[in-house]
């Protein structure tokens, strides 16, 4: 989890704001979404990799190529079991801003508000919106959007990090030499969890944290 010596009173707030949410009915006209981002460098085998056969794994070559570098957006509606990727060169102001606007436009056209939980990352702000847009723009996304920050050095309670995770264990935690493939690899991924409605039963809750922290409360 993390180191902890006293919470003071704005740690704790944005903490219960962030559980408050979580314990909320389902409506699926106001989402509640966890959105983050994952690097994810590209590298190509040095060799060509040794098939598995009956009785013996597939053997990989340590050495490998780099090819760059890439960034994979995640945003997980994790009481509908729907999420939504995308794969970008970089992870900048506009890129955000730009993802951001998909799930409005795109994603969610007749809800009402998406209420997005993120950590605080220098992108994570309505400036990246006046950054990517004009005025009239900007301020017609950020009406449909209400943000919702996790603490500092407490991302972990961001559901969109224990789907990065899965992401991690059943798609991209291994070699993918190019953007494309990454693209179709994690698009696959997706399409195969939203079908089968994966959904993410959140158990800590307001209550669980005063029991584990209110003796660092200050």
């Not at 990352?121 to 301020?139: G, I, P, Q, V, W």
Request: glycine share 2%.
């Amino acid at each position: 989890m993390w180191c902890i010596s006293e919470i003071n009173q704005e740690f704790r707030e944005r903490m219960y704001d962030v559980l408050d949410l979580y314990e909320e009915p389902y409506d699926p006209q106001n989402p509640v979404i966890g959105l983050d981002e994952k690097p994810k460098q590209l590298l190509e085998d040095k060799r060509k990799a040794i098939p598995m056969t009956l009785g013996h794994i597939e053997k990989y070559d340590n050495e490998y190529i780099r090819r760059g570098k890439t960034n994979i957006f995640m945003a997980i509606e994790f009481k509908a079991g729907k999420r939504t990727t995308r794969v970008t060169s970089r992870r900048t102001k506009k890129d955000f801003a730009k993802f951001v606007k998909h799930l409005v436009d795109k994603v969610y056209p007749d809800a009402e508000r998406l209420h997005l939980v993120l950590d605080n990352l220098n992108t994570h702000n309505e400036s990246s919106f006046y950054e990517m847009y004009d005025k009239e723009e900007a301020e017609r996304i950020l009406d449909k959007i209400k943000f919702h920050y996790t603490p500092k050095h407490a991302s972990w309670l961001n559901v969109a990090e224990v789907e990065i995770g899965v992401m991690d264990a059943e798609c991209t935690k291994r070699r993918i030499p190019d953007k494309d493939l990454l693209r179709q690899e994690v698009m696959a991924w997706e399409r195969k969890r939203n079908k089968q409605k994966k959904k993410i039963d959140w158990k800590f809750t307001k209550r669980k944290a005063d029991e584990k922290l209110s003796k660092y409360y200050v």
